[in-house]
């Protein structure tokens, strides 16, 4: 439920981290996010890591207008089985975030969105692409979902690009 999940628990928590690199990890069995950014973190990379199995999603990018996360690339990763303690939850998540790569990423058996792209009550997530990722089985437990979801609720253009992904099997209840 809800009042078990805290969305800031994560196995590597980046807040107001720029230039890092998270490269060739593997995160198992983590109750919470594999990796999160916040606190405007930027030009950061996260590749080539294995997220498996875990209580919530792969990346968390979030932030509001002013503290959002920019400029980072999350490419190359094997992301699969999350949302195992919240399932309302993404592969890769930038949530007020924005100009961000999402890109060759293998996303796998997820409870519900592959990729989410979304806006809060003030904060956007402008000028985000999303390309080549491998997206398979999602929305194994939810509805009212997409294998990639953005959400904008905005009447400017937003720049947010989809483009040269597979998606196969977006199942939803």
């Known amino acids: 439920t809800a009042d078990q ?24 069995h983590v109750n919470g996010w594999a990796v999160r950014l916040s606190e405007r973190s930027a030009r950061n990379l996260i590749e080539c890591c294995t997220m498996h199995n875990l209580g919530q999603g792969g990346v968390n990018l979030a932030g509001d207008n002013l503290t959002q996360p920019i400029d980072n ?25 924005s100009r961000n790569l999402v890109a060759h990423n293998r996303i796998q058996q997820m409870p519900r ?11 956007r997530s402008h000028q985000n692409i999303i390309e080549y990722n491998d997206i398979n089985r999602t929305n194994l437990e939810t509805s009212d979902t997409g294998a990639i979801m953005i959400y904008g609720g905005e009447t400017v253009l937003t720049g947010n ?10 199942i939803g209840l």
Do not use: W
Request: hydrophobic letters at 35%.
């Open 113 to 123: 969105y592959g990729i989410s792209i979304s806006n809060g009550n003030t904060a």
């Open 161 to 170: 690009v989809i483009r040269y992904n597979r998606i196969t099997d977006s």
């Open 73 to 97: 690339r999350i490419i190359g990763n094997h992301i699969k089985e999350c949302g195992r303690v919240f399932a309302h939850v993404a592969g890769v998540s930038c949530a007020a975030s």
């Open 5 to 28: 999940s805290n969305e800031n628990d994560a196995a590597i928590q980046l807040q107001g981290a720029t230039d890092c690199i998270v490269s060739n990890c593997r995160f198992e």
